[in-house]
C-alpha cells in the first residue's frame, strides 16, 4: 500500500496501529489527539506525517469526520486505522458514510496479500472468528482494539506536527463537558495483569490480588460482574468484549469462570495461568496453567514464595 491513514482520539492509543501500518505501507499519515508534544511521539513508530485533531470546546471530536472526508477524497489512502473507542467507532461510520467507504468493525487481525486485504474479524459476540478478503478499489475503514498492534519504535526522529480544524457548520454544539473520574491505569501496556472474579467473595479478598500484582509489577483488572454487578473496582478495569483487550506476557486470575465474554479480552495474552475452585471451569480450556482450589488460600502463598 502507499498510503495508509492512523486516526485516534490520543497518542498514545496510535502507537501499536503506526507500527501495524508500518508493516503494509509506505507512508503513514496519523490524525491524532492531545497535544503537539504528544502527537510528535508518533514519529518514533514510523509515522510519515502528523496532523493534530485538537478536541474543540464547542464541539465534538468525531465531528473532524466532516474535515477528514474531502482530504480521504483527494488523498485516496487505501487503508484508514481507526481506534474501537466509542468516539473513533462514531467517526468511523461517519466518514465511512461521506467518502462511501467500507467499515469493518472489531478487527483481530489484518494482513495485505496480493494487492487485497485479508481481514479477520470477531462475530456472534466473540464467540467466533470471520475470515474475509477486501478489494482495495476504495478507502477501507478498519476499526480495533487499541491492544490489538504491537508497538514498536524504530527510530529517534521528530518532525512537524501540523493542525486541521474540524468543520462545525451545520453540526452539534457542545453544551458542556463534564469530566470522568477515571483510575490512573493503563492496562493496555502492562506486561503482568491478575484477573479478580465474581469468586473472591467480598470485596476484601481483591488484597491479595492487589498485593501479588505490586510483587510482580502488574496491573489488577476483573471480570465484568466485579464492576457491573458487585461494584468492587471500576469499569476501567474490566476486560471482556464490551471492555479492554489485553496482551500482556501473563495473564493470572482467579475467581473467574471464564465465559467467552471474558476470554475475548485476555485469549491473546503470551501466557495465561488460572485458579478457580471448580475442576470444570471454562477458564482452564484457554490456560497454559492452572490450579484447583481455594484463591483465599493459594494467593498468599504464591505471594510468600515470591517474597
Known sequence: MKLIWVITETANEAFGF??????MGEKIAVFTGGTSEQAAEC???GASE???LKLPEETLWEQYAVALAPLALREKPELILISATKRGK???AYLGGLIDGPVLTEIKSLKQEEGKLL???AIYGGLAEKQLVISMNKSVIVTADTGSFNKKVVNDTSGNVAFLSPRI???PVLLERTQKEKASVNLADADIVIGVGRGFGSEGNIRYAKELADLLGGEVACSRPVTE???WMPEERYLGISGQVIKPDLYLCAGISGQIQHVYGIRDAKRIVAINKDE???IFKVSDYYIVGDLVEILPEISAALK
Open 119 to 121: 481481514v479477520s474479524r
Open 169 to 171: 457548520e451545520n453540526s
Open 18 to 23: 503506526i507500527s501495524k501500518a508500518s508493516e
Open 50 to 52: 502528523v496532523t493534530l
Open 280 to 282: 470444570n471451569a471454562p
Open 90 to 92: 462514531t467517526l468511523a
Open 43 to 45: 514519529y518514533k513508530y
Open 229 to 231: 454487578d458487585l461494584h
